[in-house]
C-alpha cells in the first residue's frame, strides 16, 4: 500500500479510509490517539 514511512495519526487515517477495523498490541494506543474521531474500530490485545 506503499505507507512505508508513514507514523503515528496520518498511518490510522490512511488505515481508517481503508479497513473497517484495526487490531493491534499498542497498549498506549488509546492514550498517544484520539481514537473517537477516526471511523475505524481499534482492538487492543493484551495477551498475558
Excluded: C, H, R
Excluded at 508513514?6 to 488509546?30: C, I
Amino acid at each position: 500500500m506503499a505507507w512505508a514511512g508513514v507514523k503515528n495519526g496520518k498511518l490510522l487515517a490512511l488505515a481508517a479510509s481503508e479497513f473497517d477495523a484495526l487490531l493491534t498490541v499498542d497498549k498506549n494506543l488509546p492514550y498517544q490517539q484520539n481514537l473517537t474521531s477516526l471511523p475505524i474500530a481499534v482492538l487492543v490485545l493484551d495477551a498475558v
